[in-house]
Antibody, heavy 116, light 107 residues
Framework: QVQLQESGPGLVKPSETLSLTCTVS????????WSWIRQPPGKGLEWIGY???????KYNPSLKSRVTISIDTSKNQFSLKLSSVTAADTAVYYC??????????WGQGTLVTVSS | DIQMTQSPSSLSASVGDRVTITCRAS??????LNWYQQKPGKAPKLLIF???GLQSGVPSRFSGSGSGTDFTLTISSLQPEDFATYYC?????????FGQGTKVEIK
């Protein structure tokens, strides 16, 4: 059974860069599409972007200028960097796996708060 | 971006009730529509893919239908563990987008 686990700082200062890592276990990262999704407290879901195992990426245009998703197949991990964060970036961040844009497996999520 | 609109935003139902949730896309998305269930403090869980495909391990009381712009998620007989928020998601084009959610509460 594939499992995903997000990790990273739970508190980030405004204007700094949010960095999260998703570790995949129970299966190889060398296939499928690997996504990041976020959910502000009490609100709905927003797709941030994905990376294919080959390294090709697609981002949500609303965040594209601030987002970088990368993959490390040797560690079975992929990562998210979101720059110039503001309070509006406070959310639970999820990593997920899917065949293309369908999100079949999800991590448990990690809350990131942007505050000084 | 393709806008996804769910209705209702919330509903109250009793155990054993048949429940229907509707999702409308702002343009045709063929059958590229998925449904997720989310319980408080938990990650969403894929229930239905490609409009009507039942994800492995999901009870058969869940079903999906529709194509083009109008889609439906049906729970044939609501169970206590089904009280949750349900989201539709279009996987037709980037950015993939979600509906605003439908909260199913106990009556």
């Amino acid at each position: 059974q594939v499992q995903l686990q997000e990790s990273g700082p739970g508190l980030v200062k405004p204007s700094e860069t949010l960095s999260l890592t998703c570790t995949v276990s129970g299966g190889s990262i060398s296939s499928y599409y690997w996504s990041w999704i976020r959910q502000p407290p009490g609100k709905g879901l927003e797709w941030i972007g994905y990376i294919y195992y080959s390294g090709s990426t697609k981002y949500n245009p609303s965040l594209k200028s601030r987002v970088t998703i990368s993959i490390d197949t040797s560690k079975n991990q992929f990562s998210l960097k979101l720059s110039s964060v503001t309070a509006a970036d406070t959310a639970v961040y999820y990593c997920a796996r899917g065949p293309s844009l369908t999100l079949e497996y999800w991590g448990q999520g990690t809350l990131v708060t942007v505050s000084s | 971006d393709i806008q996804m609109t769910q209705s209702p935003s919330s509903l109250s139902a009793s155990v054993g009730d048949r429940v229907t949730i509707t999702c409308r896309a702002s343009q045709s998305i063929s059958s590229y529509l998925n449904w997720y269930q989310q319980k408080p403090g938990k990650a969403p869980k894929l229930l239905i893919f490609a409009a009507s495909g039942l994800q492995s391990g999901v009870p058969s009381r869940f079903s999906g239908s529709g194509s083009g712009t109008d889609f439906t998620l049906t729970i044939s007989s609501l169970q206590p563990e089904d009280f949750a928020t349900y989201y539709c998601q279009q996987s037709y084009s980037i950015p993939q987008t979600f509906g605003q959610g439908t909260k199913v509460e106990i009556k």
